[in-house]
């Protein structure tokens, strides 16, 4: 079936091109000109790094730099700090007090749209379907893309990261030790250092031992932000879901 199979494509996907036109043919197949899936990284001086895949075009980026207009945008700002799937329009951004925002993107085909967004520590995966036409009038349609979208954000989500390598400033290398790697791959996952340690069948004062070494050899503040820079590195890899 090409429902079950494209998700496999997306899973699957031996290259960032291959991911590219999976994501691109789930999207248009119903109906969406536009895809998007961004793999964004938090920075301890608070700003972050993102990478993106799929067909948005570049003069809409080029035309969208504004960081205070991020602020303003009530999709993004919705993506942001939820989990659950935004379903958004021209009223989305009307009763955001943002129509002039939407104006602005209409001409580059973004006239209605689903977001949505899945966070672990200090690491975000953002997938988003974007088009010129209307939304389905029917709730059971809408629902069935919907629940379409987050399957494929599931799917997809190993691939991009996997695929996905973020822009890393020079720096010496770094080294962890097996346990570093391993306190940090759990801290990803929210995991207290107790939990950490009971895991590990270790002590929590020698989790924290571990983390403070992680830490202090990645050049970060918090242990999500060294968990997110090692991912980043390519040190450890996030669980698989």
């Known amino acids: 079936m090409v429902i079950a199979t494209e998700y496999l494509e997306a899973r699957d996907a031996a290259s960032l091109l291959d991911l590219e036109g999976a994501l691109i043919r789930f999207a248009q197949r119903r109906d969406f000109a536009t895809v998007s899936a961004v793999v964004v990284v938090d920075q301890p001086d608070g700003d972050a790094t993102f990478v993106s895949v799929g067909n948005i075009p570049e003069a809409f980026y080029a035309a969208h730099k504004n960081r205070d207009n991020s602020r303003r945008d009530p999709v993004l700002q919705a993506v942001k700090h939820q989990t659950l799937p935004v379903v958004w329009d021209q009223n989305t951004y009307v009763q955001a007090g943002a129509s002039d925002l939407w104006e602005e993107q209409a001409p580059f085909g973004f006239h209605q749209g689903i977001g949505l967004a899945m966070h672990t520590s200090g690491l975000h995966y953002l997938l988003g379907v974007n088009g010129p036409g209307r939304l389905p009038d029917s709730v059971d349609t809408l629902t069935s893309l919907v629940a379409e979208l987050q399957l494929m954000a599931v799917y997809s989500h190993d691939a991009a990261l996997r695929l996905i390598r973020l822009p890393e400033p020079e720096e010496d290398a770094v080294s962890l030790t097996a346990r570093e790697r391993d306190v940090l791959t759990w801290t990803l996952e929210d995991k207290s250092a107790w939990v950490v340690g009971k895991l590990l069948s270790i002590s929590e004062h020698t989790v924290?031992?571990?983390?403070?070494?992680?830490?202090?050899?990645?050049?970060?503040?918090?242990?999500?932000?060294a968990a997110a820079k090692a991912v980043r590195l390519g040190l450890i890899t996030p669980p698989r879901r």
């Open 208 to 225: 924290a031992f571990h983390l403070k070494n992680a830490m202090r050899k990645l050049g970060c503040a918090t242990k999500h932000s």
